[in-house]
């Protein structure tokens, strides 16, 4: 089993930038790490993954070339980097991990979350 805590959300004004943060309470290396999110009313959407080794990314359309995902296995630490936030980035934000080192896109396939970092944009 793995805790999962997220860190680094809050505040920001619409074209500033954060960086989450996913401290794994043991090694992750080799597990695929995805970013979810929920806004308000609406369902827990994919974010960002990251394969096991860290060569394969993948990014929802809605943040694209706005985000970047990365990991420090040595730190059992994934982060997500975000720029150009816009309001409807407003979410929790949450870290997960899944037990194969394939990415995925469904929130299914993930094994263990942490309890989610609010990350609020305003306008």
């Known amino acids: 089993q793995v805790q999962l805590v997220e860190s680094g959300g809050g505040l920001v004004q619409a074209g500033g930038s954060l960086r989450l943060s996913c401290a794994a309470s043991r090694r992750i290396f080799g597990s695929a790490m995805g970013w979810f999110r929920q806004a308000p009313g609406k369902e827990r959407e994919f974010v960002a993954g990251?394969?096991?080794?860290?060569?394969?990314?993948t990014y929802a359309d809605s943040v694209k070339g706005r985000s970047t995902i990365s990991r420090d296995n040595a730190k059992n630490t994934v982060y997500l980097q975000m720029n150009s936030l816009k309001p409807e980035d407003t979410a929790i934000y949450y870290c997960a991990s899944d037990s194969r080192s394939v990415v995925s896109t469904s929130e299914h396939d993930y094994d263990y979350w942490g309890p989610g970092a609010q990350v609020t944009v305003s306008s």
């Open positions: 990251i394969s096991g080794g860290g060569g394969f990314k």
